[in-house]
């Protein structure tokens, strides 16, 4: 099992950049595909980006070539650098741990806000 705790969120205008980390807690960081996913109000949570225990990253169509994933294992932490920031990425921001075997942990979550 692991705990996960979000940090660097904010208030952001458009074209602007924030940088999400997210500090993990526990064992076997390692097994865990580690991801970022956002529910706007009225909205469905959604995939925002996944990275693999390797280091091979997934995005969102709508994030491909404004975010970037990373992870280091060996400090237990993933990141999710934000560019070219839109009002639509508004949403509050979730880490997210899964393993077939031990199952899927969350983040409280870190709010985003893109505005003027």
């Known amino acids: 099992q692991v705990r996960l705790v979000e940090s660097g969120g904010g208030l952001v205008q458009p074209g602007g950049s924030l940088r999400l980390s997210c500090a993990a807690s526990?064992?076997?960081?390692?097994?865990?595909?580690m991801g970022w996913y956002r529910q706007a109000p009225g909205k469905q949570r959604e995939l925002v980006a996944a990275?693999?225990?390797?280091?091979?990253?997934n995005y969102g169509d709508s994030v491909i070539g404004r975010f970037t994933i990373s992870r280091d294992n060996a400090k237990k932490t993933v990141h999710l650098q934000m560019n070219s920031l839109k009002p639509e990425d508004t949403a509050v921001y979730y880490c997210n741990a899964n393993d077939q075997w031990a199952g899927s942990y969350w983040g409280q979550g870190t709010q985003v806000t893109v505005s003027s």
């Open positions: 990275i693999s225990s390797g280091g091979m990253p």
């Open positions: 526990g064992s076997s960081f390692i097994l865990y595909t």
